[in-house]
């Protein structure tokens, strides 16, 4: 379920701002590398900073797009492959616990990148001399706009009621008549 239509306003800004970062360093990426290895090819030379930029890039790319695919319900729930397994009327608890153990998982890590960012900061890349906190940065920036549209996504999930519109009384029929 895309979360995005129902986000308020300035949350839908924030997932358009991420989409368009991630659209941008994708085709960054795609751009750099290939011009880099025709020049490789072709030349007999390459740049040297390309392959900071690029890893910069990938680390960055991804900790966004863990963000943009929570905005559009995209990852993968457990609840999904406990679905056959547990009765209706315990998807929604089962749900409920899930949602809150990925909450504390998503403050762990945006507490614990943070810190190794912070501690990196002072180093510097070998080639553009960029710091390296900034390349740790990826990870508690994309979990914690991760954890933003997380929250919102549970918010949604727990105002609107049963997944589906199935009622439990529903459940209750089914599993009595087998």
């Known amino acids: 379920m895309d979360y995005r239509e129902k986000y308020p306003l300035p949350l839908r800004l924030v997932s358009l701002l991420i989409d368009t970062a991630l659209a941008v ?14 020049l490789r090819g072709a030349a007999g ?4 900073w390309s392959l900071e930029v690029v890893a910069f890039l990938l680390l960055w790319v991804t900790f966004l797009g863990c963000a943009a695919a929570t905005a559009r ?3 993968m729930r457990v609840t999904e492959i406990a679905a056959s397994v547990v009765p209706l009327r315990l998807r929604r608890p089962l749900a409920i616990v ?3 153990a990925i909450t504390v998982l998503l403050i762990s890590l945006v507490y614990f990148g943070a810190v190794i960012s912070m501690r990196t900061w ?3 890349t070998s080639v553009l001399y960029w710091p390296v906190g900034l390349l740790y940065a ?3 920036v994309g979990m914690a706009l991760t954890l933003l549209f997380h929250l919102a996504n549970f918010y949604i999930d727990a105002s609107e009621g049963p997944p589906d519109g199935v009622s439990l009384a529903d459940d209750d029929t089914r599993e009595a008549h087998g």
Do not use: R, T
Not at 25 to 36: D, H, K
Not at 45 to 48: E, T, V
């Open 25 to 38: 360093g994708g085709l960054a990426i795609i751009v750099i590398v290939f011009v880099n290895a025709m």
């Open 45 to 48: 030379f390459d740049f040297s």
């Open 73 to 75: 319900g995209a990852h």
């Open 98 to 100: 899930i949602d809150i």
């Open 122 to 124: 002072a180093q510097e």
């Open 138 to 140: 990826s990870m508690p």
